[in-house]
């Protein structure tokens, strides 16, 4: 899968993306945020508050019941702030 | 189909506008918003992120809504990323229409829908060398939520 | 105070927004309002009067009442007069405020009004040289009557 | 009295204003109207419908009790379609 963080959740993690192979159980976004926010402190403080992260797989707005899958294209941020 | 634009550059309003009406005899209103930096409480500057791709599709996305509620005879979004000082602008949105209420709701609609909807964040710079991201504002989830409802348009020029 | 003409000259809306954000830098957000004239039902033109004097004074007690009602930095209004051919630009309403809100707002109140409000009158002429004056709309009415009631202002930027 | 006529109203009567001194018991808008309506066939068509008649004294819209006096601006018009 192709991780893309933006904003602080990219600063906190440290960087723009990363490309992940978690385990086969890893199906929802729900279970992909708990599996990347083991991976390193960064990513653990980046996901420490669930409530403030939203979520995109391929472009589109997701939910953390959304399956994902190997080859997807997955976005985490804060809330939107443009215009 | 909307003319949509991410880029760093500044716009011109009045150039993007005469582009919309350009030899055309059918539009009786033309609605703008421009959103512009303000140097509130020492800030030095917004930089402006946003999701290359997505962020695109999503306006595209936005524009089609209104133009299937609103009977438009064009619509322009222009959003600017990068570092933006105080009095630049930032994002301008445009529409165009035969009714002049098809004009402006559309435009009100699709710069609260930019808000709340369109991923791109703001990083605020201060004089003193702080730096913080912007947070989401209730209120503007708010003022997009009165949208929700389907609105009878009001059928005058 | 806002700044009001009535003119026969066309006007520039990337002049007249610039004009108004010109060395600021607490403006967040600008709204505006062109109305064309349109080619209707084989209309060759408009031809628009008014009432030297009052119509000035009209806009300007118009445009007090918008910048007692909200924040406004700058607000502009300019109508013109004469002969106007389909395509051609009528009228231009244009506000600034600290708010998103308020700009949009006041931008439509401004243009209900004018439409209800200010002493003009357009005549139409057609390609078969048939005249006749337009005749009010009670639609018009309506929009204009909605900004009777005070509506709380929105907290947002 | 400086009587102006604008659109419609002045096409009816042919002029784009006129001074005129009516008897003193015209000191009212409407009264006026009713002094006015009978001067010419042009001013009787132009006042033939009163409701589509609108008024102002001294460049403020008025309603047809208001009072008027010699030395007064006043202004008829068909109700205003500008924007």
């Known amino acids: 899968m192709n991780i893309l963080y933006f904003a602080w959740v990219r600063q906190k993690i440290g960087r723009a993306g990363e490309e992940v192979s978690p385990p086969p159980e890893v199906t929802t976004v729900a279970a992909l945020v708990d599996w990347l926010a083991a991976q390193s402190p960064g990513h653990a403080d980046a996901f420490a508050n669930r409530r403030t992260i939203r979520c995109a797989v391929n472009q589109e707005f997701a939910t953390p019941d959304q399956v994902v899958k190997p080859g997807d294209e997955i976005a985490f941020f804060p809330p939107v702030t443009g215009g | ?131 913080r991201w912007v947070e989401a504002k209730a209120e503007d989830d708010a003022a997009a939520s009165r949208w929700d409802a389907p609105a009878p348009l009001r059928d005058d020029h």
Do not use: N
Request: net charge negative; proline share 5%; with cysteine.
């Open chain 2, 1 to 131: 189909m909307a003319t949509v634009r991410v880029q760093q550059a500044p716009f011109d309003l009045g150039a993007e506008a005469a582009l919309l009406a350009a030899g055309r005899t059918d539009i009786g209103g033309m609605a703008s918003f421009v959103g512009l930096c303000r140097a509130d409480d020492g800030l030095a500057a917004l930089t402006l992120e946003h999701y290359p791709g997505m962020t695109e599709r999503a306006i595209q996305a936005i524009a089609a809504q209104a133009e299937a509620r609103w009977p438009l005879t064009g619509c322009t979004v222009i959003h600017r990323v990068g570092r933006l000082p105080p009095g630049e602008q930032i994002v301008l949105v445009l529409t165009a229409s035969s009714h002049r209420a098809a004009a402006l709701e559309s435009c009100a609609f699709l710069i609260d829908w930019l808000k709340t909807r369109a991923p791109f964040w703001k990083r605020e710079e201060f004089a003193d060398g702080r730096e």
